[in-house]
């Protein structure tokens, strides 16, 4: 893959707090050292177990204490061998593993490739609906021929992107003597068990409240032994609570979500270094397809007019100014489905809506509307979940509110819902249109696709294009990097005219740094690493 790396909306702060113990457990020293450093965040954590669970919160968690088989070197967007000693097409249809030999989890068990095989049949067998199996779509079977050998079988040839998902949430290898093979495992019966192989082992548990970690002296993998022995993950239950702790140096370590307001304030702040890093987040708002203003299960269902509101939606937004004014520019504007800096990336929907060069239209979106036969003001259910992406939420869908309603084109019904409650709402159909956010699973365009816009994704929005579909198949399997990035900007033009989702933001990646801890690595891989901290 080509391009610059993005900039995405992670913020990290460092502050000189007293830090803890990191618990009790078997894990043993990695050789670390320093005194215990407390990160503090206001992500929440759906499972510590990798099949239940697809969320940033819990990938932050997964990363430190599960073993890869490939992983991102510090730095880097592309992925090695971590717990493997190598990792090849054998043939177009075959991804060959070699272990390393002798390898453990934390609770003295061995790790085989038995293991490894166990983990994916098992993602696809559990299948969870908060999980990450779908990131499995082109995998047909998993063989084990000996202890280090792992062969995995395709359905397509030549997969691009293969490679980079054994480095994503749902690649954490779990030990087969431990989790159940058919569900999601309990909590605090995981930690109990001790099955991690990471650079680090979770030993204490209060969810919501504070995870503690201590190193794990046997851990093989490509990031090497932790340079403190032991971290304590601390929660918040919003970004006040946590810019509070930063001023107070209640934490050492403060990472997502920082409101653009405090970053901009910390930026002043004498002690505190604002960096930036590159990262790929996305704010979006998705189309229910069946549930939408004449959507196919409402009555007087209607493809045309239903595409007609969903572009004088886009004709009407103004990105800029929620940039400006909401966000202070740690988000900018994003106008199509794979941003800015990765391979294939345009500016699809910039050209076809509002005045074309960015900015909103009233008159264009009350055309499409009257040509349509759409009635005006359209009432738009609109829901947000400001609790889990952020408090500047309420502000950024408040001007989306005001933004349709500005021309009596729209009369909209804003609502926002608990983040649990809405998981649950959103792929039942009952929000016509809806916030979410994006944060990849790995530096490729694909994972700005295969998750949104392929049969059985998480959006759940019945969007079908079966020409979006083959197209976003032949980009995977296309090795020619000039090739790809012209069926990448096909995908990205067909998905602008149907409109299944309207991209808002792209992130704006930020760290701030206080005197007195070292080591916060922000980088292309979007992984944030524990064992770099110092203190």
């Not at 000189?16 to 618990?23: E, I, K």
């Not at 717990?83 to 989890?105: C, H």
Request: charged share 20%.
């Amino acid at each position: 893959m080509s391009g610059v790396a993005l900039l995405g909306s992670a913020v990290l702060l460092t502050a000189c707090a007293g830090g803890g113990t990191g618990g009790s457990g078997d894990s043993g020293s990695a050789g670390g050292s320093g005194g215990a450093i407390t990160i503090g965040t206001t992500e929440v954590v759906t499972s510590l177990d990798p099949a239940g669970a697809y969320d940033n919160g819990s990938f932050a968690v997964m990363t430190n204490v599960y073993p890869f088989l490939l992983n991102n070197p510090v730095g880097e967007s592309t992925v090695a061998p971590d717990i493997a000693e190598s990792a090849e097409f054998t043939a177009p249809t075959e991804y060959t593993v070699k272990l390393k030999p002798g390898l453990t989890f934390a609770n003295g068990n061995e790790l085989t490739s038995s293991d490894v095989k166990f983990t994916f049949d098992r993602q696809v067998a559990i299948a969870d609906p908060n999980g990450p199996s779908s990131l499995l779509a082109n995998l047909d079977s998993v063989a084990a021929p000996d202890d280090t050998t792992v062969v995995f079988t395709l359905k397509s040839e030549n997969d691009q992107t293969f490679p980079q998902v054994l480095s994503s949430p749902v690649g954490p290898i779990v030990d087969e003597d431990v989790f159940p093979a058919d569900a999601v495992m309990d909590d605090q019966e995981l930690v109990a068990a001790n099955p991690f192989a990471g650079p680090y082992a979770v030993t204490n548990f209060d969810k919501g409240n504070l995870i503690a970690y201590t190193a794990f002296a046997d851990y093989d993998g490509l990031w090497g032994a932790p340079k403190t022995d032991s971290i304590n993950m601390k929660y918040f239950a919003n970004e006040s609570n946590l810019s509070q702790a930063i001023e107070t140096k209640a934490v050492d370590v403060a990472f997502r979500n920082v409101s653009a307001t405090d970053v901009q304030k910390f930026e002043g702040t004498d002690g505190l270094n604002v960096v930036k890093g590159p990262g790929g987040e996305i704010r979006y708002i998705v189309f229910n397809f069946n549930t939408m203003p004449y959507g196919a299960s409402v009555e007087g269902a209607d493809p045309a007019k239903a595409l007609a509101v969903r572009q004088a939606v886009a004709d009407s937004i103004d990105r800029e100014k929620i940039s400006t004014d909401v966000f202070k520019g740690t988000y900018t504007p994003l106008y199509s489905y794979i941003p800015e800096g990765l391979l294939g990336a345009n500016e699809a929907l910039k050209g076809l809506y509002g005045d074309g060069e960015g900015g909103p239209d009233a008159d264009r979106a009350a055309k499409r509307l009257s040509d349509a036969g759409v009635e005006t003001p359209v009432t738009l259910q609109l829901q947000y979940a400001g609790e889990r992406y952020g408090a500047a939420s309420a502000e950024e869908y408040a001007q989306i509110k005001a933004q349709l309603e500005a021309d009596g084109l729209f009369a909209v019904d804003l609502q926002s819902t608990e983040w649990g409650q809405y998981t649950e709402d959103r792929v039942a159909d009952l929000y016509p249109a809806h916030q979410l956010g994006w944060f990849p699973d790995y530096s490729d365009p694909d994972n700005y696709l295969t998750p949104f816009f392929m049969p059985d994704n998480f959006l759940v929005n019945h969007y079908d294009n079966p020409e979006v579909v083959k197209l976003i198949d032949e980009q995977r399997v296309t090795a020619d990097e000039d090739a790809r990035a012209k069926l990448l900007e096909q995908v990205q033009d067909l998905l602008a005219e149907d409109l299944s989702t309207l991209p808002m933001q792209q992130g704006a990646q930020v760290a701030v740094a206080v005197d007195g801890v070292d080591g916060v690595t922000l980088d292309a891989s979007f992984k944030f690493r524990f064992g770099t901290l110092t203190k």
